[in-house]
């Protein structure tokens, strides 16, 4: 399915080798076998690629939103019709089991339609003027070249989730895949390619993050930087963003609380708890991380989550029925270790799993763990754990348990599990989260804002609010008469 060597990066319209004899190797991590190498780019290609995307950002802005719109149609399009393909490489450089990698592209193409049909709606405001001989515009313009530096967790809607809005709102994009994960970014300008995107709107620098972040940030012309990745990337970026007062849009690391209320459907919470937490094996930003029940349920609700749990295939992402693919790399898993290893010698019950998985995969595979008699201190409870553990804790009381919820930097998503409308509006407006659900896990969707607050970052992909980030609200103030 792949070449040996894939050394190629996409400037001003065309794709060129970049063969100075280094390369960056990606790997199956099923087998821990090469898959090919990419281009290893640095900061004279980046620089390269920024000049493409300002030649090309008068030609892109000034089109009309409507023409805009046929391009990211047709991208859309042509996404969807080839996810099966789009699945496997994906699968093939992430894990996951090939199922998820389908449906991601497909969730991916759909970022794609809905802001294909974003592209007309850039609303402007008429303001009612208090001066007689004044009349006020408000009119959104397109912020300009925007860097891209994306994750390797989502490695396909991760990106049509940032260069959609963009692209849809006017800019022009040049994007930095995670190196774990270049392959589908490859796939993705192709698509673009195909869908007879113009020359130098968007550009595709794969190597050094330093390198190509760095030239990233000292260029003024790179007017907003969109960021999904670890916070303290985020943090770095932030800093660095102040010489020019770069504009920052930033999804970052999240910490998830799921609170599961006596009231809550034992059944429907287990099976819901059991999706956000291993969906990706644990890999995911909005995954439960801490799991509070309440103690009038906790047991049965342990037990068959539990049950739940044990039932699930670890593999690779290609067979048949499997459900937890591999984890990305080595540090992965060495962090699953060193937070069981914690919440253990903290006085943690391993009721479930709590050791490598014995396959016949070269890969980090790594057993489903539940946890319980969880103290506030242990790792898990509070650095954000990206891998197949659920530790489960106890509560009695509400307010003390969203003031539990809420103990941390992070906020992202939080989940309730409760039958009783009340507590379902009263919970969900006290948890400091940018995203909340409510018997629901799965809230990342095309047409709602997704984001975080306090150190989860800020701005919102998704819905019209994405679109909103890649657009200046410019004044005009006219005088009349
Ligand atoms: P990461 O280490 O922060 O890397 C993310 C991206 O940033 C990669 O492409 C990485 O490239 C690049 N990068 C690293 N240092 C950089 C620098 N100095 N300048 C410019 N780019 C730099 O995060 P990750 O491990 O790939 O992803 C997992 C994290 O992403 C988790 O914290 C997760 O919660 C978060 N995430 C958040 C969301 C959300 O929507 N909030 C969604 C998905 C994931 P290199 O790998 O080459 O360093």
Redesign the pocket.
Known sequence: MFEKSTKIIFIDGKWKEVDDGKGVAVYNPATLEPITEVADGGSRVTEEAIQAASKAFPGWSELTGRERSRILYKAYELMSEDAERLGEILTTEQGKPLKEGIGEVKGAANFLLWYSEEASRGYGEWIPSSIKSKRMLVIPQPVGVVGA??????PSS?ITRKIGPALAAGCTVVL????ETPLSAIEIVKIFERAGMPEGVINLVTG???E???AMLKSKEVRLLT???????GK??MQESAEHVKKLSL????HAPSVVFEDADIDKATSLVLASKFRNNGQ??ICTNRLYVHESIADQFTAMLTEKVSQLKIGSGFEEGVELGPLINEQASEKVHSHLRDAVGKGAQVVLGGAEWEGNLEGYFYKPTVLTDISDDMLIMNE?T?DPIIPVQTFSDETEVLQKANDTDYG?AAYIFTENTNRAIRASEKLEYGIVGVNDVFPAVAEAP???IKQ??NGK?GGHYGMEEFLEMKFVSIGIG
Not at 149 to 154: A, L
Not at 227 to 233: D, E, L, M, P
Not at 251 to 254: A, Q, T
């Open positions: 530096i994306t994750p390797w967790n989502f991760m930095k895949p995670a190196p050094d993050a330093q190509i972040g760095n960021f999904t990745g670890s916070t303290a990337v770095y970026l999804e970052l690391g999240g995911t930003c954000e990206f992202l997704f984001g975080g989860s970052g992909e």
